[in-house]
């Protein structure tokens, strides 16, 4: 029986066709029609202006913070709950991730816990540099609630949407959120260039100026002239065409990743001890990961041993992302609260969600979720 992963990369016949087209064009650079053309259906998908494609969701956020003034001893409200990668681009900065815990009715950042935050700060005259949300899981964070907060305080709101390409809140796209937002087309997401991301904005200067800042800074000159400091971070003409032949499918591995998650749920909502992350009633996620809580009491068995019960026989899942506030890197950091996602972290697993898995392969999951117990 063949290996079953969390997330693998699913391409097919066009990807190959528009990878090779690139390929024959000769346009074999970090720069090209691809890239151009990746950047305008991005952007028109997400209903935002301008894109630029870049080499990673990390360099994305990087820029994205950078170009909303974010610099040294700033303070940025981020959630613990996300990857290292939302709280490293801060500190790339010279910033100060401030690590805020999620809302248990949406696993997001908890908005009424930003509010008591930035009530304080407004008072002491302190208030952060910005605010990171995370669309966590493909579920979005609440806008209203934290895009009015971050209005009323005057602070650029960023939108790390790295994970939820395709969900929507009240019916808006993922990404149309905060002045800047932030894509990964890593190998295990819901689209994949094998290694890439997107920056998306309203404003053109703030896409013109990260372009001009993942290309090393170059100014226009005949020759090479620079005067400030860039990155490489700039996206392969390559990768962007398979980019744009995985956008193409998008809607159908939206709709596969529902449809998977739906069916777990089916087969396994019956068992006691088993909960799912819970679905706020403000949008539809893309359901890029199916997550589960386990109840070890009521289920009889941990999610540590459901995961070892998974892998022996050669299925992948993963325990939710371990709170940055518990990271050692992070320890000392500032935090406010932490208990609920430090118990999220306990109980939660990540299912297998590949667009191409199989109904006999998520039974295969679920028969062997429903023996661990015995
Ligand atoms: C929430 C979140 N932010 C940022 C990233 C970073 O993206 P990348 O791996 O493309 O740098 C990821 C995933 O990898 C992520 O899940």
Redesign the pocket.
């Known amino acids: 029986m063949t290996r079953i992963y969390l997330s693998p990369p699913e391409v097919g016949a066009e990807e190959r066709r528009m990878l090779l087209d690139a390929f024959d064009s000769n346009w074999i650079a970090p720069t090209g029609p691809d890239v151009d053309a990746f950047e305008r259906e991005f952007a028109e998908r997400v209903g935002v202006e301008h894109a630029a494609a870049l080499s990673?969701?990390?360099?994305a956020?990087h820029l994205g913070l950078m170009l909303s003034e974010v610099g040294p001893g700033d303070d940025v409200l981020i959630p613990s709950f996300?990857?290292v990668?939302?709280a490293a681009a801060v500190t790339y900065l010279g910033a100060n991730p401030v690590l805020v815990d999620c809302s248990p009715s949406t696993w997001t950042i908890d908005p009424e816990l930003v509010a008591e935050e930035l009530v304080d700060r407004a008072r002491q005259g302190r208030l952060p540099a910005a605010v990171v949300t995370?669309d966590?899981y493909g579920q979005t964070a609440d806008y209203d609630a934290l895009s009015s907060l971050c209005d009323e305080y005057e602070i650029p709101l960023i939108e790390?949407a790295?994970?939820a390409l395709g969900a929507t809140y009240r019916g808006r796209p993922a990404g149309s959120f905060g002045q800047a937002a932030?894509f990964?087309?890593?190998g295990n997401?819901i689209i994949t260039t094998s290694?890439?991301?997107m920056l998306v904005a309203e404003s053109a200067d703030l896409i013109e100026r990260a372009r001009y800042l993942a290309n090393q800074a170059r100014d226009p000159f005949p020759h090479y002239e620079h005067s400030v400091i860039g990155y490489n971070y700039r996206l392969s003409n390559l990768l962007a065409a398979l980019g744009r032949a995985q956008l193409k499918g998008l809607d159908s591995r939206v709709e596969r990743r529902r449809a998977i998650h739906g069916a777990y749920q089916s087969a396994l909502s019956d068992l006691p001890g088993i909960r799912f992350m819970p679905i706020a009633d403000y949008g539809e996620p893309n359901w890029w990961l199916t997550c589960i809580l386990v109840d070890s009491e009521e289920f009889g068995a941990d999610g540590e041993q459901i995961r070892l019960a998974l892998e022996a026989v050669d299925i992948e899942s993963r325990p939710t992302w371990k709170p940055l506030h518990l990271q050692p890197v992070f320890k000392g950091a500032a935090t406010i609260g932490g208990s609920v996602c430090a118990s999220i972290f306990e109980q939660g697993l990540c299912l297998p969600t590949g667009s191409a898995l199989s109904p006999g392969e998520i039974a295969r999951v679920v028969e062997t979720i429903r023996a661990v117990p015995g």
Do not use: Q, Y
Request: hydrophobic fraction near 40%; charge should be negative; charged fraction near 15%.
């Open positions: 990673s969701g990390t360099a956020l996300t990857f990668a939302t995370v966590l790390d790295a994970e932030v990964s087309f890593n997401k290694g890439g991301g």
